[in-house]
């Protein structure tokens, strides 16, 4: 059975519930949320596809919202680059007050084969534009820093984004020991994996990611959970041809090198990318420790694939760490 449209959806799309009308096709479902496809129709006849996601639970709306900001700000910079949200909200039905929802632009991923491109530009390209667009300045500060204004979601770990001046200690706080405390909500207490940690976390952090190492960091607009399945190219409904796009972001204005650590742990992204991205995004000084950073950025993913999934992920952030740990603890 088609779901039916909730009177917040049409206000969100800036339509009258009571003039407006849409028809509805199940899209499958991701994660702990369903998905649909809605093609609306506005009372002057102009018809609009769109792809909403709803789901239930303590999290659902601030999963959402968090998504909500992540797409409109890479659309902000790229608007061929990834799917515009135009609201999330909670249903207004009394039947459905724990249901939430996210509305955005519909995205044909189907085959794209033989079809025209749009606006040309490739993976590599768009994702060099994002990483080398500066940050913009948040509210209540006088530049721009590290963070970003709402909670965001890797998998279904909230992501702390309170702002911080300096990357190194953003990312040690931040993203380390968050995690590691995640980690410890679900799989308990570790000792060799907490230890370890605190080891990069206080030594191995700073000496890589230290002003003193790499200079000043400039915030950019990072996707935050770009491994190959949430790439791939598409039409937009109200597109001329196939872009090249990202979804399902998990957004943080930060280095952009720290995009890069799940796109390695994952692969899929192929050497005609990575010569073509490093050409516009030169590895930042000291070049030769350009990929022990990436480690760096790797474990973080290790670590929340564990807090998610337990199992393996725990040897693998352990691997990464030691090797850290002997060369610059």
């Given at each position: 059975m088609?779901p039916t449209t909730d ?9 009258d519930?009571n003039?407006a009308?849409?028809s509805?096709?199940?899209h499958g479902g991701?994660?702990f949320s ?10 002057d006849?102009?018809?609009r596809?769109?792809f909403v996601k709803t789901g239930?639970?303590?999290d659902?709306a601030s999963?959402?919202?968090?998504e909500h900001?992540?797409?409109?700000a890479?659309?902000s ?8 949200s135009?609201g999330?909200?909670t249903?207004s ?9 996210l509305?955005?632009?519909?995205l044909?991923?189907r085959?794209s084969?033989?079809?025209p ?5 490739s993976?590599?390209q768009?994702l060099a534009?994002?990483h080398t667009?500066?940050a ?10 590290f963070?970003?204004p709402?909670?965001t979601y ?5 992501q702390d ?7 190194a200690?953003?990312y040690?706080?931040n993203r380390?020991?968050?995690v590691?405390?995640e980690?410890e909500k679900k799989?308990g207490?570790?000792?060799e ?5 605190e ?10 990611l ?7 960091v ?10 190959s399945?949430?790439?791939?190219r598409g ?6 041809g196939?872009e090249?796009?990202?979804y399902?972001?998990?957004?943080v ?7 890069l650590?799940i796109?390695k742990?994952?692969?899929?992204f192929?050497?005609?990318?990575w010569?073509?991205?490093?050409e516009l995004?030169p590895k930042?000084e000291?070049?030769e420790e350009?990929?022990?950073?990436v480690?760096l950025?790797e474990?973080?993913h ?6 998610l999934?337990?199992?393996g992920?725990?040897e693998g952030?352990?691997?990464?760490m030691k090797t850290?740990i002997a060369?610059?603890?």
């Amino acid at each position: 059975m088609s779901p039916t449209t909730d009177p917040a959806i049409f206000r969100a799309l800036g339509l009258d519930p009571n003039s407006a009308s849409a028809s509805t096709t199940s899209h499958g479902g991701s994660g702990f949320s369903s998905t649909y496809k809605l093609l609306s129709t506005a009372p002057d006849g102009h018809k609009r596809t769109y792809f909403v996601k709803t789901g239930t639970g303590p999290d659902a709306a601030s999963m959402f919202l968090g998504e909500h900001h992540s797409l409109n700000a890479i659309h902000s910079i790229l608007p061929t680059f990834c799917p515009r949200s135009y609201g999330n909200g909670t249903f207004s039905s009394s039947s459905n007050s724990n249901q939430h929802f996210l509305v955005t632009d519909f995205l044909d991923l189907r085959s794209s084969s033989g079809s025209p491109s749009g606006s040309g530009e490739s993976f590599a390209q768009k994702l060099a534009k994002m990483h080398t667009t500066p940050a913009p300045i948040p509210e209540g500060y006088d530049k721009p820093m590290f963070g970003f204004p709402v909670p965001t979601y890797c998998g279904a770990t909230e992501q702390d984004n309170t702002w911080k001046e300096d990357w190194a200690e953003f990312y040690a706080d931040n993203r380390l020991h968050h995690v590691l405390k995640e980690g410890e909500k679900k799989n308990g207490k570790n000792k060799e994996l907490s230890e370890a940690v605190e080891a990069v976390a206080s030594k191995v952090v700073p000496r890589l990611l230290g002003v003193p190492t790499i200079g000043k960091v400039t915030p950019v607009l990072i996707h935050g959970d770009l491994w190959s399945g949430n790439q791939g190219r598409g039409r937009f409904s109200d597109g001329v041809g196939v872009e090249e796009v990202v979804y399902d972001p998990a957004a943080v204005y930060g280095h952009s090198e720290y995009e890069l650590g799940i796109m390695k742990m994952f692969g899929g992204f192929g050497a005609g990318f990575w010569k073509e991205y490093g050409e516009l995004v030169p590895k930042q000084e000291p070049k030769e420790e350009w990929q022990d950073r990436v480690a760096l950025y790797e474990l973080y993913h290790h670590l929340n694939h564990y807090a998610l999934f337990g199992g393996g992920y725990r040897e693998g952030a352990m691997s990464i760490m030691k090797t850290l740990i002997a060369k610059y603890a």
